[in-house]
């Protein structure tokens, strides 16, 4: 069976064509139970953590400025997980470092069961962001290694769709089980669903083929665009000077991918803290939530299509747009119908962008660096995730939750024109002399 991107040099040819039913096929049976499968399940927990601990923060006396650094907290973990858990996954494996992204949730999620403050709360909502990004960060390099350029796009974005089918039974289910049984039942159920998902990982239920792709060095494609890449031993190239010799395109792709974090991070925070604002409980805001992830779930095959037919710029300039309108549109709703209205554009926007940020990323990652420079490029991007809840925790002390809705749909229009001038197109398509061009 043939998987896209586990090519010989002589092969390299292949990874520039267009993707046939038979090699999807064969990529998707590949990555469905070491990738997909784990995936789904950690999204559910994520989904539901997201959800749960501001409106947690809020019943344990804090203020919505509160509740918004108590989430900021997991910003702060994924951006102190990413780098290492980068370094980790080249030391160790793949499969090693997402066992432990795993672990950590379990251990996150029992502690946010019981904890009777909210110092607790924010310590283990830490934990929860140093557990996804540890998480999310293997599963990406092990994705690069396994699936070629002309895949990715719908690869990370299937994955991605998967992540928000999770993000949307999470919020959904959770919501109501809060508003049932209490905090401490839902945080446990995320806990077992973690520990599932950790049993799962440690049967290593790998294909034969994925088997063999990880005892392999990962293959240079001639179709990935590798600018500045150095020396090829990674052990003498330090992060320093892979950032010196990728700062052009850091400082411009990572500027987007830090505003659209920055954005749905802030989303992801704004939609229950608006909805207490309009005085429904939490059974009320999972339903709107879980409605906005549903239509965002719904975009994921759009997004791949969008990425490997037209070219990454369009998808993340539609994602950064529609977003920034969403939360344009919050800022004025006053009603459950129209705060419903406005999460859905805002979770049509994200769809549109669903993979997005991974598939950059792993297009301009270095084949022989490819764990540190992605783990450098979620530390930008995760950097958003911090600074989103932390400035939105600031303005809403100091001039009021709607003004903070306000800023970050500006940041997403500022993301949106730095993109639009500056982040080249990394999609290259085959004309029909055979080479490649931008599809701009």
């Known amino acids: ?51 749960l601990i501001p409106l947690y923060a809020l019943d344990l006396g804090g203020s919505p400025a509160v509740a918004a ?34 672990a950590l949730m379990i251990l996150a999620a029992t502690g946010c069961a019981f904890a009777s403050n909210l110092l ?22 092990l994705i690069s290694d396994l699936v070629a350029v002309n895949f990715r796009g719908q690869a990370l974005s299937t ?44 049967t290593r239920a790998m294909s034969a083929e994925t088997e063999a792709a990880l005892s392999e060095p ?6 990935s665009p590798q600018p500045h890449d150095k020396p090829k031993n990674a052990a003498a190239h330090p992060i320093w000077q892979l950032l010196r010799a990728h700062r052009s395109i850091l400082l411009t792709g990572g500027a987007v991918v830090f505003l659209l974090t920055l954005i749905r991070a802030a989303r992801t925070l704004l939609l229950p803290l608006w909805g207490i604002s309009l005085g429904l409980n939490a059974a009320e805001i999972g339903t709107i939530v879980g409605l906005a992830a549903g239509l965002d779930m719904l975009m994921f095959p759009v997004a ?15 994602c950064l747009g529609l977003l920034s309108i969403g939360l344009l549109l919050l800022s004025c709703t006053t009603t459950p119908l129209t705060f419903t209205l406005a999460a859905c554009v805002a979770g049509l926007g994200n769809g549109l962008g669903s993979g997005i940020n991974m598939t950059l990323g792993t297009d301009f990652a270095p084949v022989q660096q490819r764990g540190h420079f992605l783990g450098v490029w979620r530390l930008i991007g995760d950097a958003g995730a911090f600074a989103g809840p932390t400035l939105i ?28 001038r500056f982040v080249p197109e990394t999609l290259k398509k085959q004309t029909p002399s055979g080479a490649t061009k931008d599809p701009n």
């Open 393 to 420: 925790s600031a303005i809403t002390a100091g001039v009021g939750l709607s003004m903070s809705i306000l800023c970050a749909s500006a940041f997403g229009f500022l993301g949106l024109l730095i993109m639009a």
């Open 69 to 102: 650094i108590i989430f900021a907290f997991r910003g702060l973990g994924n951006m102190l997980a990413d780098v290492p858990a980068g370094l980790a996954a080249e030391k160790f494996g793949d499969a090693r470092v997402m066992q432990a992204g795993v």
């Open 159 to 202: 994955m991605a769709g998967l992540q928000r089918f999770g993000n949307f039974l999470g919020p959904l289910s959770t919501g109501y089980i809060v508003y049932e049984f209490g905090y401490t039942t839902a945080f446990m159920l995320i806990a077992a669903l973690a520990s599932t998902t950790f049993c799962l990982l440690m």
């Open 120 to 141: 607790q709360l924010g310590l283990f909502s830490l934990i929860i962001g140093l557990s996804m990004a540890t998480w999310l960060l293997a599963r990406l390099t």
């Open 304 to 318: 791949g299509l969008l990425m490997d037919q037209l070219g990454r710029r369009p998808a993340g300039m539609s």
């Open 1 to 51: 069976m043939w998987i896209p991107a586990i090519t010989l040099p002589h092969e390299a040819a292949q990874l520039t064509t267009a993707p046939t039913t038979d090699s999807r096929r064969a990529m998707y049976r590949t990555l469905l139970l070491p990738v997909y499968l784990p995936s789904f399940l950690m999204s559910v927990c994520q989904g539901a953590a997201l959800l």
């Open 218 to 223: 990962a293959p240079i494609s001639a179709s």
